[in-house]
C-alpha cells in the first residue's frame, strides 16, 4: 500500500519502489460517485481481462475518497 496526495504521487513512488515496472498495465479509480467507480469499475474489468489473456502484468491504484464509492457499491 501506498500513498500520496495526488494518484500521480503514489504511482510515482511505486514505479521508484519498483513495485509499478515499466511493462505493466495501469489501472485507476478515481471518481468519487458510485456511477462513476461503477463505469471505471466495468473498464477495467476489460482490461484486466485483455491483461490476463496477453500474460500481461497490472497495477491498480486507488484513490483515498473513492473508496467510500466502493462501499457504497458493495452494501
Same mark, same amino acid.
Given at each position: 500500500? #501506498?500513498?500520496?496526495? +495526488? @494518484?500521480?504521487? !503514489?504511482?510515482?513512488? !511505486?514505479? %521508484? *519502489?519498483? @513495485?509499478?515496472?515499466?511493462?505493466?498495465?495501469?489501472?485507476? $479509480? %478515481?471518481? +468519487?460517485?458510485?456511477?462513476?467507480?461503477?463505469?471505471?469499475?466495468?473498464?477495467? =474489468? /476489460?482490461? %484486466?481481462? #485483455? *491483461? +490476463?489473456?496477453?500474460?500481461?502484468? +497490472? %497495477? @491498480? @491504484?486507488? /484513490?483515498? /475518497?473513492?473508496?467510500?464509492? $466502493?462501499?457504497?457499491?458493495? =452494501?
Amino acid at each position: 500500500m #501506498l500513498t500520496g496526495d +495526488k @494518484l500521480e504521487t !503514489a504511482e510515482n513512488i !511505486a514505479r %521508484s *519502489c519498483k @513495485l509499478i515496472q515499466q511493462d505493466m498495465t495501469i489501472m485507476t $479509480f %478515481s471518481d +468519487k460517485t458510485v456511477d462513476g467507480t461503477q463505469k471505471k469499475m466495468e473498464e477495467n =474489468l /476489460e482490461i %484486466s481481462e #485483455l *491483461c +490476463k489473456r496477453q500474460k500481461k502484468k +497490472k %497495477s @491498480l @491504484l486507488i /484513490e483515498g /475518497e473513492t473508496i467510500g464509492s $466502493f462501499l457504497i457499491f458493495y =452494501l
